[in-house]
């Protein structure tokens, strides 16, 4: 096996640090995140994104890597986009989540849009240096397992059918980026009440200027999210039967949602990774600086011991992030779903992983651990906001169950 990265990918790395380190305050992000993550209006969030970075990385071709060649971008497969969203993380932190939302969304399209979906939204990521995007999936005290074949459980909010638009009225929680976002790529909705979830729910794409559709709240949340993280409330929206995710054609989209689950936690734990090396390093330089007894600390066998399992623990997630990428980009050139095994047990390790460098940190910082003055903490509280995120470690573990059983090993192509 091959351990060597290409001359590309090592470009497109290499093309991330340079535009990181000449343009990224990465003081600045944190402290713009802090703010983003407390606003109450959109107006509030817009003027306090650090546009010109963002700009710099769309003018870079960072931020339509993966987007297809056929429509004007990168064209290069989910290892590369991890590589450079990890990249970005290192650099930055929280500033790679934006970019590992572009490729999700270039990914979503890819594998679900049509081709008139396609090229109006694909034209607006290559004009638009602000473009930003959001989900709309989850929803307030109920079950919204769209997999169950249980009647009366699913998602609540519903699209009705008239002529060639649904109209829809529902709401919807904890849309991260949905603060700034031009289109809801994807919104899950129910188009019956009757029968099984499984069978009647659907995925439509809508603009975010449509009438009927509103931010109903912005949530604050302990960690930082330069975009927002918002609730919506659609009211009689109408939306064209075209834009259900994939065309009309494609009536139940409920499952297809989940085949490209791997990638879609590849790629924002890439960038997490990368701020977790970065987190490591100066933890590292930390126990190296500091001095007690009339030696530094690193000298102490026991911060030694946990400091080197930082590394451990790290280099061993990135390997199977790594790993989780290939597959994925094999999986999708081959028109293959992807094995959601992959993502699962990357959910479950870099959670697990993040959750003991928090502690290692805490041990090796002390009080400090808390200051804004340093990015540790930061990293801390963003870690317990996202630990939700795709399921939590148990559920990622027990989801993999079914799959294990059939086959203990999944499948490598």
């Not at 890819?110 to 990521?125: C, D, H, L, N, P």
């Not at 009225?169 to 019956?192: C, F, Q």
Request: hydrophobic share 40%; net charge neutral.
């Amino acid at each position: 096996m091959d351990f060597h990265l290409s001359k590309e990918q090592k470009a497109w790395v290499e093309v991330a640090r340079e535009v990181c380190e000449k343009y990224v305050d990465a003081d600045d992000i944190r402290r713009r995140a802090d703010i983003s993550s407390q606003v109450n209006t959109r107006e509030e969030l817009y003027d306090n994104m650090p546009w010109e970075v963002i700009e710099k990385m769309h003018e870079a071709g960072l931020r339509t890597l993966v987007m297809p060649k056929k429509y004007g971008g990168g064209g290069a497969g989910w290892l590369t986009g991890a590589l450079v969203a990890e990249e970005v993380g290192y650099q930055a932190g929280i500033l790679s989540r934006a970019i590992a939302q572009d490729h999700m969304y270039c990914g979503r399209l890819e594998f679900s849009g049509s081709e008139r979906q396609k090229e109006e939204i694909y034209a607006e990521m290559l004009s638009d240096k602000r473009w930003i995007g959001c989900v709309a999936i989850l929803e307030k005290d109920l079950n919204v397992d769209y997999t169950t074949e249980k009647e009366g459980f699913g998602f609540k909010c519903f699209a009705r059918r008239e002529g060639d638009e649904y109209v829809i009225n529902g709401r919807k929680t904890d849309s991260r980026g949905g603060g700034l976002a031009k289109w809801i790529m994807p919104l899950a909705v129910r188009t019956s009440m009757k029968g099984k979830p499984s069978e009647n729910t659907t995925r439509l794409i809508v603009r975010t200027d449509t009438p009927g559709v509103s931010i109903e709240k912005f949530n604050h949340l302990i960690g930082e999210d330069l975009t927002g993280n918002v609730d919506w409330l659609f009211e009689d929206a109408r939306v064209p039967v075209e834009n259900v995710f994939g065309g009309a054609d494609k009536a139940n989209q409920g499952i297809a949602g989940l085949q490209l689950y791997t990638s879609m936690k590849v790629m924002p734990f890439s960038g997490l990774i990368g701020w977790a090396r970065k987190i490591y390093e100066l933890t590292l330089e930390y126990a190296k600086s500091k001095t007690q007894g009339g030696r530094p600390i690193i000298e102490q066998g026991q911060i030694a011991a946990i400091v080197s399992e930082m590394a451990v623990r790290i280099e061993t997630v990135r390997l199977l992030m790594l790993k989780a990428a290939y597959q994925c980009e094999v999986d999708f050139r081959a028109g293959r779903p992807q094995n959601r095994v992959w993502g699962l047990w990357l959910n479950y390790c870099y959670k697990d992983v993040a959750s003991r460098l928090c502690q290692i940190a805490s041990e090796v910082f002390g009080y400090r651990v808390a200051d804004k003055e340093l990015p540790i903490e930061a990293y801390i509280r963003y870690f317990y906001s996202m630990y939700y995120g795709g399921g939590t470690p148990l559920n990622a573990l027990a989801e993999c169950a079914p799959s294990l059983i059939k086959n203990p090993w999944p499948e490598v192509h």
